[in-house]
């Protein structure tokens, strides 16, 4: 136990004190962005459209299944393919994603976008299931190229009298934390019993895709 | 979204005015991403500085009759181009910096007119907004500064940036359409 917390070391247990400093002061600064990106929604009390709010962008990506699979998949890979691509993986896919919504939301049309976005589940559920170790660059054009057709599904979904700054503030946030999910489960594949279970949840992946293109075809 | 712009009922117009940047999410957003630019430097007192010059310019431009509304979109714009300085790490000099938040500062006080009619009111609400940008741009600037510098840490700098381009985008689209 005092290995394990650091308590027989002082030195060790101060640098411990003072990485949890860090990391709480993380979590403050993370806690009031979250605060204040929901003031407004909050402040629905004054009559404005609370519909359209913080809380509504940040359920929506929940909502729909083959989004959630996907996402996570981005996650699981990237934590597969090393701690650089867990890292831009997660990073690359909002930002194309919100260019893809910008194209829904415009009206644009991109073919074939219900079968792009089961495609996405069926390879990088696939990618998860066999951990395929392909380059960086390769691994972001894949996912840039599925971040489009699921940023043009909800642009399409996306309500007019949305509230614009918080709806995209919460869609984002959930996005972000489907990823980070992924992630995490992704980085148990350091111990074998992990590396089954991401291997497992990359083959249900794959299920979902390829029943969700069943039913789109 | 801009209940701000007039008093809050129940409350004082220099606290409405304080509160105004809190409840505009698309200036708390430039705002964040200013936090994020300035925090990252080793001295973020002097672009902190033009900001607030410029911000109570563009505050006491609002006052004029000849200055018109600033268009809906421009906060996102500015947020976005802010936000993808944040990604791509861009180097900047001092000079491009100062610019930089001058700039900011000039679209975040021209964006926030009052509208309470009262000249006296105005004048409160601009004070108070004018003081709420100051403690919101310093405190976030401080955290940042304060977090330890290790490559995780800039790395999700760079990971939130690209959650703001993403929600400026969206939010630049969703307005456009509207």
């Given at each position: 136990?005092?290995?394990?917390?650091?308590?027989?070391?002082?030195?060790?247990?101060?640098?411990?004190?003072?990485?949890?400093?860090?990391?709480?002061?993380?979590?403050?600064?993370?806690?009031?962005?979250?605060?204040?990106?929901?003031?407004?929604?909050?402040?629905?009390?004054?009559?404005?459209?609370?519909?359209?709010?913080?809380?509504?962008?940040?359920?929506?990506?929940?909502?729909?299944?083959?989004?959630?699979?996907?996402?996570?998949?981005?996650?699981?890979?990237?934590?597969?393919?090393?701690?650089?691509?867990?890292?831009?993986?997660?990073?690359?896919?909002?930002?194309?994603?919100?260019?893809?919504?910008?194209?829904?939301?415009?009206?644009?049309?991109?073919?074939?976008?219900?079968?792009?976005?089961a495609l996405s589940g069926i390879i990088l559920g696939g990618?998860?299931?066999?951990?395929?170790?392909?380059?960086?660059?390769?691994?972001?054009?894949?996912?840039?190229?599925?971040?489009?057709?699921?940023?043009?599904?909800?642009?399409?979904?996306?309500?007019?009298?949305?509230?614009?700054?918080?709806?995209?503030?919460?869609?984002?946030?959930?996005?972000?934390?489907?990823?980070?999910?992924?992630?995490?489960?992704?980085?148990?594949?350091?111990?074998?019993?992990?590396?089954?279970?991401?291997?497992?949840?990359?083959?249900?992946i794959a299920?979902?895709g390829l029943?969700?293109l069943?039913?789109?075809? | 979204?801009?209940?701000?712009?007039?008093?809050?009922?129940?409350?004082?117009?220099?606290?409405?005015?304080?509160?105004?940047?809190?409840?505009?999410?698309?200036?708390?957003?430039?705002?964040?991403?200013?936090?994020?630019?300035?925090?990252?430097?080793?001295?973020?007192?002097?672009?902190?500085?033009?900001?607030?010059?410029?911000?109570?310019?563009?505050?006491?431009?609002?006052?004029?009759?000849?200055?018109?509304?600033?268009?809906?979109?421009?906060?996102?714009?500015?947020?976005?181009?802010?936000?993808?300085?944040?990604?791509?790490?861009?180097?900047?000099?001092?000079?491009?910096?100062?610019?930089?938040?001058?700039?900011?500062?000039?679209?975040?006080?021209?964006?926030?007119?009052?509208?309470?009619?009262?000249?006296?009111?105005?004048?409160?609400?601009?004070?108070?907004?004018?003081?709420?940008?100051?403690?919101?741009?310093?405190?976030?600037?401080?955290?940042?500064?304060?977090?330890?510098?290790?490559?995780?840490?800039?790395?999700?700098?760079?990971?939130?940036?690209?959650?703001?381009?993403?929600?400026?985008?969206?939010?630049?689209?969703?307005?456009?359409?509207?």
């Amino acid at each position: 136990m005092q290995r394990l917390f650091g308590f027989g070391d002082p030195c060790r247990f101060a640098r411990r004190s003072a990485a949890f400093r860090g990391s709480s002061r993380l979590l403050v600064g993370l806690a009031s962005v979250l605060y204040f990106a929901g003031a407004t929604y909050v402040c629905a009390h004054t009559g404005s459209d609370g519909g359209g709010g913080f809380l509504r962008g940040f359920s929506h990506p929940w909502l729909g299944g083959d989004h959630v699979v996907a996402m996570l998949a981005v996650g699981l890979w990237g934590a597969i393919l090393g701690r650089s691509a867990a890292c831009v993986l997660p990073l690359l896919f909002p930002t194309v994603m919100a260019f893809g919504g910008a194209l829904g939301v415009r009206g644009v049309e991109i073919p074939s976008v219900e079968i792009g976005i089961a495609l996405s589940g069926i390879i990088l559920g696939g990618m998860v299931l066999f951990s395929c170790k392909v380059p960086l660059r390769l691994a972001g054009s894949m996912v840039s190229v599925f971040a489009v057709f699921h940023g043009h599904a909800h642009g399409r979904e996306l309500p007019a009298s949305a509230s614009p700054v918080t709806y995209s503030a919460g869609f984002v946030f959930a996005t972000g934390l489907l990823h980070l999910f992924g992630i995490v489960t992704g980085e148990l594949s350091r111990w074998p019993w992990g590396a089954a279970l991401v291997r497992g949840c990359g083959g249900l992946i794959a299920a979902t895709g390829l029943g969700y293109l069943f039913r789109v075809i | 979204m801009f209940l701000g712009h007039g008093s809050i009922d129940g409350i004082g117009d220099v606290w409405s005015g304080v509160l105004h940047p809190v409840r505009c999410p698309s200036h708390l957003l430039v705002l964040a991403v200013l936090a994020l630019i300035a925090g990252q430097r080793s001295r973020f007192a002097k672009p902190i500085i033009c900001f607030l010059i410029f911000a109570s310019v563009g505050l006491l431009g609002t006052q004029t009759p000849w200055v018109p509304a600033v268009p809906s979109v421009v906060p996102g714009a500015l947020g976005l181009v802010l936000s993808l300085l944040v990604v791509i790490r861009s180097p900047l000099s001092r000079y491009s910096l100062g610019g930089i938040f001058a700039c900011a500062g000039l679209v975040l006080g021209w964006d926030s007119a009052p509208d309470s009619g009262v000249w006296s009111a105005n004048l409160k609400l601009l004070f108070g907004t004018w003081i709420g940008l100051v403690l919101i741009v310093l405190n976030l600037a401080n955290y940042v500064a304060m977090i330890p510098k290790k490559p995780v840490v800039r790395l999700g700098f760079r990971v939130l940036g690209s959650w703001i381009v993403a929600i400026e985008v969206l939010d630049i689209s969703l307005k456009l359409n509207k």
